[in-house]
Structure formats: structure tokens, C-alpha cells
């Protein structure tokens, strides 16, 4: 099974758009292998001064998290995304990080097909944490 249909099993097809099926949703909507997915460098997004801040989106999992997070970091956990989707602003622009930027990317992937403006963190907490990025371990 590749990566992008795990994602697709894990996330779904996404909310069906007036009643339609799911899978009659997912027919229109681009396949995520066609989505090109935007990524920030570590030390272009901690060089974010002032302004609109964008919104980090940790999904990784609850035991990754309590190694170290991003301060500031909304944690939703990448199955769960779907359920929680209220949690997001729409109009942010989101940034997704994960461990080495994997998953992120999946995920930001699947964001923008639900229309909203993500992006993934390049190398995920990892590349974020080597290249000097304050690291919270509470919270």
C-alpha cells in the first residue's frame, strides 16, 4: 500500500459536498498525488516576525509530543485531523510539522484539497530542532 493511500484510508475522502458520496467527492477533487504541496524551510519560518503568525499544526502522535514540541503548536494527531477539522481556522495559513516531514507533507496535501492554505515544515521538528528552533516540553 503506498503512502498516499494509507493517507487516504487514515483521512478519508474528505466532507461529501451536498450529499453526495464520498467517493463522488473524491472523483472531483484532485488526486493527491497531483496536489503540490508548498514547504517552508526551518529557518525561514522561525525568521515569522510579527504580522499574521501562521498556525502550527503538530500531527504527530501523543508519545512523540511529550519528546518536544514547537511552542505555540496546536496538537492534532494526523487520524484525527478529519474529525477535528472545526479546530482549524480556514482563513490561516497553516503550517504542518511532524518528525522529518513525511507526514506533514500528507497532511498539508490533504488540507489544501478541504481548501485550506498549508503548508509542511521541511524536515519536520527534526530539521526545526538541528537548526536552532526553540524546543517546549510542557504544555
Given at each position: 500500500?503506498?503512502?498516499?493511500d494509507?493517507?487516504?484510508?487514515?483521512?478519508?475522502?474528505?466532507?461529501?459536498?451536498?450529499?453526495q458520496?464520498?467517493?463522488?467527492?473524491?472523483?472531483?477533487?484532485?488526486?493527491?498525488?497531483?496536489?503540490?504541496?508548498?514547504e517552508?524551510?526551518?529557518?525561514?519560518?522561525?525568521?515569522?516576525?510579527?504580522?499574521?503568525?501562521?498556525?502550527?499544526?503538530?500531527?504527530?502522535?501523543?508519545?512523540?509530543?511529550?519528546?518536544?514540541?514547537?511552542?505555540?503548536?496546536?496538537?492534532?494527531?494526523?487520524?484525527?485531523?478529519?474529525?477535528?477539522?472545526?479546530?482549524?481556522?480556514?482563513?490561516?495559513?497553516?503550517?504542518?510539522?511532524?518528525?522529518?516531514?513525511?507526514?506533514?507533507?500528507?497532511?498539508?496535501?490533504?488540507?489544501?484539497?478541504?481548501?485550506?492554505?498549508?503548508?509542511?515544515?521541511?524536515?519536520?521538528?527534526?530539521?526545526?530542532?538541528?537548526?536552532?528552533?526553540?524546543?517546549?516540553?510542557?504544555?
Open positions: 500500500m503506498s503512502l498516499f494509507s493517507l487516504r484510508k487514515v483521512l478519508g475522502a474528505g466532507p461529501a459536498a451536498d450529499g458520496a464520498p467517493e463522488a467527492v473524491l472523483q472531483e477533487r484532485p488526486a493527491l498525488e497531483s496536489i503540490v504541496v508548498p517552508i524551510m526551518p529557518a525561514a519560518l522561525m525568521a515569522v516576525e510579527g504580522g499574521a503568525q501562521p498556525l502550527l499544526l503538530d500531527c504527530r502522535e501523543h508519545y512523540e509530543r511529550r519528546i518536544g514540541f514547537i511552542p505555540g503548536s496546536v496538537h492534532i494527531p494526523m487520524r484525527e485531523i478529519p474529525f477535528r477539522l472545526g479546530a482549524l481556522d480556514r482563513s490561516a495559513d497553516v503550517v504542518v510539522y511532524c518528525a522529518h516531514g513525511h507526514r506533514s507533507y500528507d497532511v498539508a496535501g490533504w488540507l489544501i484539497m478541504q481548501g485550506y492554505a498549508a503548508r509542511s515544515l521541511r524536515g519536520g521538528i527534526t530539521a526545526w530542532q538541528m537548526q536552532g528552533g526553540p524546543i517546549s516540553l510542557e504544555g
